[in-house]
Every structure is written in structure tokens, then in C-alpha cells.
């Protein structure tokens, strides 16, 4: 088999998908429609490449990333999708979280995803309304150029005095992070993408009441959002926005990630 693939989310049924179209044979592990593998274990023994979400998430199969690389053949590649795996040594693993540009294509993703899911949540339109960014990393720069192209009045607030600049000269007001809590009034959409507790139940109370909170981080997480719902407010968090928003564009990209990995390592295995 030219492909396993194991875990994930649908990014990954149409990663499938587009691997089959280039003439390869795909199975998977813990996602359908594609299964097509009669005993995992064997099929991991004998795939030419693997592809394994982290941590694996495969519906059906308790399967750790060492029992993946144990199984696979000392020549196989082993493509990790995701920010927290083990280092392995003997040269197999694959880190597709390292390629700069898949992360900046998820972030690109990630940010239409929430301002799609604001959309779907809110009664106005974007453009003309007040937005505050918490934060100006991948996301946060991504999400900025689509509200500000969307001619929303955007904030952003950041920690970081070259971070501000930048986002001034992009179009938006910069404040300070520290000073957070006196932006927070006349805001209707916010959005964290800091993975840090920014918005505690005494900031969150300055929030208009008719505000939508989304929360784009990592855990530990912005916005707390049980003193959010406490106070009457709509807060909610948009884990995995390109596997749920956009599974055929995220798929895409991670194959563009993939081959550019081959080429700089090398093709093993045509």
C-alpha cells in the first residue's frame, strides 16, 4: 500500500481522496469512507508512507504514535500532522508542523473559518463593525487583512510594539494588551487568538452586551467562557476551524506540505 493514513478529521477523508486521484492506494485507519485495511497492524507493517494525525484520534484504534513507528517498515516515511508529537531519531518522522507555509495557509484558513463562523452566528454584517483582535500572531495577522478588506473597523491588541506598527499600517488601531479591558466597550466581535487567559470575568463584564466572543486559541485558552455565559454573553471557541470550515482546501494543503517534503528529503519510493 502506497498510503496509510490514520486518525484524524475530515481534512483527512479528503486527503485520501486527493492521494487516490494521483493514482495511489490509500487506506485508513479510524476514518471512513476510505478504510480499505483488513488489519491495520499489517497494513502499517507494509505502507510505503504514513500519515498519522497527533495525537492519532483514530475512531476504533488505540494506537500511539510509538507503536506507529515500531510497526512501520525501516523505510517508510511517517508525515505527523500536528503541533505536539515525540522527536524520533532514526530519521522516519516527518514533521509537516515544521513547512512554514502549511502554517500560514491554516492560519489563513483558520481566520476565514471564524469570520465565516461570525457570520453564521451574527445579525449584521461584517463590514462597518466594530471587531477587536486579541493578538497578532499567523492568525491574528490573517484574520486582520480579512476584516479590514471586509471595511470592518478593526482593534487589534497586542503585546508586541512591532506587532502594532505592523497592524497599524495595515489598517487597523493598535492598542497595548495591558490595556485590554478599556477596549473592550463597543466591540460587537471579538476574537482571541492568544493562548493565554486574556479576558477574566472583571474584563469581560466592560464587554457590550450584544457582543460575540470567539475564542481561536490553544489551550489554556483566552476567554473564559463560563463567567462569558454567567454574564448573558455569546462566547464560544472554534477548535480545528480548516478540518471543520474547509477539509478539501486544508487537504490540500497538507499534500503541498508532503511533497515538498519529498522533495527536499529525497524521493524513497516512487
Given at each position: ?6 486518525g484524524?478529521?475530515?481534512?483527512f ?12 492506494r ?6 471512513a469512507?476510505?478504510e ?37 517498515r ?5 508525515f ?28 489563513r ?7 465565516a ?45 512591532e506587532?502594532?506598527?505592523r497592524?497599524?499600517?495595515?489598517g ?9 479591558d ?20 472583571a ?8 457582543a460575540m466572543?470567539i ?5 489554556p ?9 454567567a ?15 474547509c ?9 503541498a ?14
Amino acid at each position: 500500500m502506497d498510503y496509510v493514513i490514520i486518525g484524524g478529521d475530515e481534512r483527512f477523508v479528503h486527503l485520501a481522496r486527493l492521494l487516490s486521484e494521483k493514482g495511489m492506494r490509500v487506506g485508513a485507519i479510524g476514518r471512513a469512507p476510505h478504510e480499505g485495511v483488513a488489519s491495520w497492524a499489517q497494513a502499517l507493517a507494509a505502507a510505503q508512507n504514513i500519515v498519522v494525525n497527533c495525537p492519532p484520534n483514530a475512531r476504533d484504534v488505540d494506537v500511539t504514535l510509538e507503536e506507529i513507528l515500531g510497526l512501520a517498515r525501516p523505510d517508510a516515511r511517517v508525515f505527523a500532522c500536528g503541533p505536539r508529537h515525540p522527536q524520533e531519531s532514526d530519521g522516519r518522522l516527518i514533521d509537516l508542523w515544521a513547512d512554514e507555509s502549511l502554517i500560514l495557509e491554516n492560519a489563513r484558513l483558520t481566520a476565514e473559518g471564524a469570520a465565516a463562523s461570525a457570520m453564521r452566528a451574527g445579525t449584521r454584517c461584517l463590514r462597518g463593525m466594530s471587531c477587536l483582535v486579541i493578538g497578532y500572531g499567523r492568525i491574528g495577522q490573517a484574520l486582520t487583512e480579512i476584516l479590514v478588506a471586509l471595511n470592518a473597523r478593526v482593534t487589534v491588541a497586542s503585546r508586541l510594539p512591532e506587532h502594532r506598527s505592523r497592524a497599524a499600517e495595515r489598517g487597523a488601531v493598535a492598542v497595548e494588551t495591558a490595556a485590554l479591558d478599556a477596549a473592550l466597550p463597543g466591540h460587537k466581535l471579538i476574537v482571541n487568538t492568544a493562548p493565554s487567559p486574556v479576558l477574566d470575568a472583571a474584563a469581560l463584564s466592560r464587554a457590550d452586551g450584544d457582543a460575540m466572543l470567539i475564542d481561536l486559541a490553544s489551550p489554556p485558552y483566552g476567554i473564559d467562557l463560563h463567567a462569558a455565559w454567567a454574564l448573558g454573553l455569546r462566547a464560544w471557541r472554534e477548535p480545528g476551524l480548516p478540518g471543520r470550515y474547509c477539509p478539501h482546501s486544508a487537504a490540500q494543503a497538507l499534500l503541498a506540505a508532503m511533497d515538498r517534503a519529498v522533495e527536499e528529503g529525497g524521493a524513497r519510493h516512487e
